[in-house]
């Protein structure tokens, strides 16, 4: 089926190119030829949720921010919605000294700080949440305790728990605030556009949407907090972050805003959820850094509920 | 009441017995008639009887759960894999 999916995809783009499978997981598969990128989405999009994001990476608000899609090209090819992108040189996985950081940094701020109200709505909630939630309850649901182990899985789930509603996808399902968010921001979100020395644009508008901006910021800072990148990386990128007057943080030079608390709480758990589930079903071994995040979710767990942040515990009244 | 700037929902705090508008996605504020004198005067107050300077919140450079081990480590030498888990959808 997926097979089959990728030569539909390569036969679409033929004419642009020999084809290249850039990205065939389960759930999304996505197919370059020469500077034509195809993408089939996954299955579980809402199509109108979807349509909505395309529009919003169209949108000139977003120019130099979101990669724009390619006109044509798009619609279903077997049951999965198509779409069509410019091809971007992605950041380069085997020099991590020469990452972006400063520049993703920037470009989430800018992203933040685009008016919602200006933008063709209604808007999806940024489904951040959602998926560490949908992360979280695939470890729920093994039909066996994972191994090699049953009590970090336990761990987690109590770490989890211990987390405000919203960060957990929980009712009521309102997030602190409802600006524009990516909703699964890394570095592997990043490309050049033209791929030769171009600029840096944000992809991937799969789970954009209206929602918390601090969210956006808890992948590094989960990575910063748990020791899987150094503390200079993480820096960079909120320095570009606050230089670029992004509204997730308030302005400073501390390292640890309470405001990624929560948010970076919540991805060291879907992390260490995933990785999980795909041990326990044979995706993938537990590596060091899995240790890494499954310790900081012990701690997680036993520091009990995370109220300090100012936006998981309602605010001030 | 939606900020007349970015159409968020504004929220109501009290400070100190005034009233005051937040907007909850660009954060301003907006005050009615008076209230800035208000705090500016509840401000002066609060200076005059406070000698030492306040500690505001203390800053935070990690968090006690996180686990990292945090300054002088400038590079991957320790994880090699932590780079990797920065770039992939989860």
Not at chain 1, 154 to 171: G, I, K, M, N, T
Not at chain 1, 282 to 302: E, K, N, P, S
Request: hydrophobic letters at 40%.
């Amino acid at each position: 089926m997926r097979a089959r999916l990728v030569d539909r995809l390569a036969e679409l783009s033929r004419g642009a190119g020999e084809p290249a499978v850039l990205v065939d997981r389960p759930d999304v598969t996505v197919v370059r030829s020469g500077g034509t990128v195809l993408k089939a989405h996954a299955a579980r999009l809402d199509p109108a949720a979807l349509a909505a994001r395309l529009r919003v990476a169209a949108h000139p608000l977003l120019a130099g921010i979101l990669l724009a899609p390619l006109a044509g090209l798009t619609g279903p090819v077997d049951g999965r919605h198509v779409s069509s992108w410019p091809y971007g040189a992605a950041v380069a996985p085997d020099a991590p000294e020469a990452a972006p950081w400063r520049e993703a940094g920037h470009l989430t701020a800018r992203l933040h700080a685009t008016p919602v109200g200006r933008l063709p709505g209604p808007l999806p909630a940024m489904a951040g949440p959602a998926n560490a939630a949908r992360a979280v309850t695939a470890l729920r649901t093994l039909p066996a305790a994972p191994e090699p182990a049953p009590a970090t899985a336990a761990l987690v789930l109590r770490a989890w728990e211990h987390l405000p509603a919203w960060a957990r996808d929980a009712e009521p399902r309102t997030q602190p605030r409802a600006l524009l968010c990516h909703g699964d921001l890394h570095l592997g979100q990043l490309v050049r556009h033209p791929a030769a020395g171009g600029p840096w644009h944000l992809i991937d508008v799969d789970d954009l949407g209206v929602g918390e901006p601090a969210w956006d910021l808890a992948r590094p800072a989960a990575g910063y907090a748990t020791g899987l990148i150094p503390a200079a990386d993480w820096a960079a990128f909120l320095a570009g972050y606050r230089d670029a007057g992004g509204p997730a943080v308030a302005p400073g030079d501390d390292l640890w805003p309470p405001e990624v608390d929560v948010p970076a709480r919540a991805v060291t758990v879907q992390l260490a959820a995933r990785a999980l589930v795909d041990a326990a079903t044979g995706v993938r071994a537990l590596d060091d850094t899995d240790h890494d995040l499954l310790a900081a979710c012990a701690r997680i767990a036993a520091m009990g509920d995370a109220t300090g942040d100012g936006t998981g515990s309602g605010g001030p009244s | 009441m939606q900020c007349p700037k970015c159409r968020a929902p504004m929220q109501t705090y009290n400070r100190n017995g005034v009233q005051i508008e937040q907007c909850s996605g660009c954060r301003g504020i907006f005050l009615d008639y008076g209230e800035l004198e208000t705090l500016t005067r509840l401000e002066a107050q609060w200076a005059q009887q406070a000698p030492p300077p306040p500690q505001g919140y203390p800053q935070q450079q990690a968090p006690g759960w996180g686990g990292g081990h945090h300054g002088g480590h400038g590079h991957y030498g320790r994880r090699k894999g932590g780079f990797s888990r920065m770039l992939f959808s989860s």
